[in-house]
């Protein structure tokens, strides 16, 4: 393909001018090559085709701002490398928030000592919520973490947030409702 540059440079030519077939061959000659380009950084091949699909609306919508059409091959995997960057950025941030979930759940309340039995009672009831309820429960009481951040953490909304909180609360004072305290 490093010969056949002038093709890609009447291809952009011709896609400027209005010949929407001319972006078919551009992806022709190039849809592999990004796909694996975005796979050398993102190692999945599912991903990296995806990523290759986002980069040819990214490339059909500003193909008419490029000034030199000899640059395409340049200017296309950049796109490709960035976007497969970003993408893994995507994935290590989730990667993050995971991992910083799976620390709260080893950190339980019965880390402390004192009223054990309330504690062990607390923490069986809590494991009787769904998930989503642990989750909030824990960061916002072992963690001290604010509704906000539970909600940027978590990526939900802060009413999202408080509901969990509130639901929880209620299921887990009916939970432990007839918990005798004295034991």
Not at 67 to 88: G, Q, T
Not at 96 to 125: S, V
Request: hydrophobic letters at 40%; aromatic letters at 10%; glycine letters at 2%.
């Amino acid at each position: 393909m490093k010969k056949d540059y002038h093709i890609d440079v009447a291809l952009v030519r011709a896609y400027q001018a209005g010949d929407q077939k001319a972006i078919a061959n551009l992806v022709k000659r190039w849809h592999l090559l990004f796909c694996e380009k975005a796979y050398f950084v993102v190692k999945d091949a599912s991903v990296s085709k995806d990523i290759a699909q986002d980069c040819w609306q990214i490339i059909m919508a500003k193909l008419d701002t490029l000034e030199h059409p000899a640059s395409f091959k340049s200017w296309a995997l950049r796109i490709v490398y960035n976007k497969s960057l970003d993408v893994l950025r995507q994935q290590n941030k989730i990667r993050f928030k995971e991992t910083k979930l799976e620390q709260l759940e080893i950190a339980t309340i019965d880390d402390y000592p004192q009223n054990t039995q309330l504690k062990n009672a607390l923490l069986k009831a809590i494991k009787q919520l769904p998930v989503q309820q642990q989750q909030v429960v824990r960061l916002f009481y072992t963690e001290a973490y604010s509704l906000k951040e539970i909600s940027n953490l978590l990526g939900i909304s802060i009413g999202t947030s408080k509901s969990r909180l509130f639901h929880a609360r209620e299921k887990l004072k009916l939970i432990l409702k007839n918990y005798n305290y004295e034991n």
